[in-house]
């Protein structure tokens, strides 16, 4: 007999000790309740599907969800975020920074483009070993690299809050990202095996992402404005003089 099979035989005894002291509150779990195999129980999972979140639905939802941004209006936004997301840290981190503050439309197409290499992203911080491209010239560096993974998880997470903020009733054509973060998520830890019995680390670095969409605000224009200038004596008297010929 399997452990399984051990587990849902003794699980089956509790239950029916139960019914019988509480014929009433201890419902029939079925046949489906405990799993047949470990891999049901998750034990063997190395991927993490994104925890999307709308922040509009339940107020105790919101309560329990915490972003880096506590300042903004959740009435007036709409936010996502991706935990335990299998995709480098350090690519995803320069990708976020690099669309961070744009507009939602240009977020979306400067993306689409790093994944066709027409854009790159700028390598700032973590750049070590990054080449030399010379499609970082348009962002004023000198190392770019297209993060084809990274690039796709914040295009699914954009598209995800933008969905959010259209059913909020906000102006999807007006929206900016106001905020996005990447996190380190634990660190997972695998081994390959080499030649001659040895043994490396074959390590992956997830990370959290939370981003947060905001309608942007009515630019105005600056009118005029009327600068005074001091003026010395030299140019006093010759106002006076054009003053006195114009009279």
Do not use: C
């Amino acid at each position: 007999m399997g452990a399984a099979a051990q587990v849902r035989s003794s699980s089956s005894e509790k239950i029916q000790t139960l019914r019988r002291i509480h014929p009433v509150s201890v419902p029939d779990p079925g046949p489906s309740v405990l799993p047949s195999s470990p891999h049901e129980f998750g034990l063997f999972s190395t991927s993490f599907s994104p925890l999307l979140t709308t922040g509009h639905h339940h107020p105790e939802i919101d309560k329990m969800v915490r972003y880096g941004a506590t300042s903004i209006d959740g009435a007036k936004s709409a936010r996502a975020r991706g935990s335990y997301l299998r995709v480098s840290f350090k690519n995803t981190r320069e990708t976020a920074q690099a669309i961070n503050g744009w507009k939602l439309e240009r977020a979306l197409t400067y993306l689409g483009n790093v994944l066709e290499h027409k854009e790159a992203i700028p390598m700032r911080r973590y750049a070590g070993g990054t080449g030399r491209t010379a499609q970082g010239k348009a962002l004023g560096v000198s190392r770019a690299r297209w993060p084809v993974k990274s690039a796709e998880i914040l295009l699914g997470l954009l598209k995800n809050a933008e969905a959010n903020a259209d059913t909020k009733g906000l102006d999807t054509s007006n929206l900016i990202v106001k905020h996005i973060q990447v996190n380190q998520a634990p660190k997972q830890r695998r081994r390959t095996y080499r030649a001659h019995g040895r043994i490396n680390p074959y390590m992956s670095n997830p990370s959290h992402i939370e981003l947060i969409l905001t309608e942007g605000a009515e630019v105005v224009k600056k009118g005029p404005e009327n600068i005074e200038r001091r003026l010395n004596s030299r140019q006093r008297g010759k106002e006076v003089r054009k003053a006195i010929t114009a009279a």
